[in-house]
């Protein structure tokens, strides 16, 4: 009963630093997401996959980049971190089939802080 | 630019009572509209939608309502438990099955026993 899984949990990155937030999802979605959540404010998407292979920009997709090679994985890279990147991220899936309800299944959260 | 905006950000309540949580948008190209529901340390989980065609759908305690002219929607609970108590996101989307949906900033409802 694992739906998306996100890893790492925690993380404390130094600025300039690189790292890979991890996003899997066992229920053959075909659209995942990339959230963030600062404090006090809504989430914001920063990139999204209608299927492997394909990528698009959500509305702040600056510092961030995707790859989607397999149905089940769709990673977030932060190449050159920076303390305005320091919020909760979160993943989500959506299956093709649920898009009349719109119903994103999201991750716990990664929580990401950039000193 | 916060296109979903959740005026209140706690609301406390008194179990067995009715949460009123409230909801505006700026953009008129919004068509569909969802409340999430969020518990600490865990990801949003999908709690009820509606339609603009619609101004009002169900959902056991949950009921949505939505006035498109207003650019308002609110979700009532009644009644209120105290396992309501979670941060509640309304988002919005263009259509429904867009990939962009917008979030409000939340309102964290405390059911008091």
């Known amino acids: 009963n694992a739906g998306v899984t996100q890893t790492p949990k925690f993380r404390i990155l130094k600025i300039g630093q690189s790292m890979t937030l991890q996003c899997t999802q066992d229920?053959?979605?075909?659209?995942m997401y990339w959230y963030r959540q600062d404090p006090g404010m809504g989430l914001k998407l920063i990139y999204y996959?209608?299927?492997?292979?394909?990528?698009d920009k959500g509305e702040v997709p600056n510092g961030y980049n995707v790859s989607r090679s397999t149905t089940e994985d769709f990673p977030l890279r932060l190449e050159l971190a920076a303390p305005s990147q320091t919020s909760v991220y979160f993943c989500?899936?959506?299956?093709?089939?649920?898009?009349?309800?719109?119903?994103?299944?999201f991750g716990e959260g990664s929580w990401l802080t950039v000193v | 630019d916060q296109q979903v905006k959740q005026n209140s950000p706690s609301l406390s309540v008194q179990e067995g009572r009715i949460s009123i949580l409230n909801c505006d948008y700026t953009?008129?190209?919004?068509?569909?509209f969802l409340w999430y529901k969020k518990y600490p340390a865990e990801g949003p989980t999908f709690l009820i939608s509606?339609?603009?065609?619609?101004d009002k759908n169900e959902d056991g305690r949950f009921t949505v309502f939505l006035n498109k002219s207003a650019k308002h929607l609110s979700l009532h609970i009644v009644p209120s438990q105290p396992g309501d108590s979670a941060v509640y996101f309304c988002a919005a989307s263009a259509r429904i099955g867009a990939n962009n949906l917008f979030f409000g900033t939340g309102t964290r409802l405390t059911v008091i026993p």
């Open positions: 989500a899936s959506r299956s093709l089939d649920d898009s009349r309800r719109n119903t994103i299944y």
């Open positions: 996959s209608v299927g492997a292979g394909i990528t």
């Open positions: 229920m053959n979605h075909n659209y």
């Open positions: 953009n008129s190209m919004f068509d569909y």
């Open positions: 509606i339609s603009s065609i619609k």
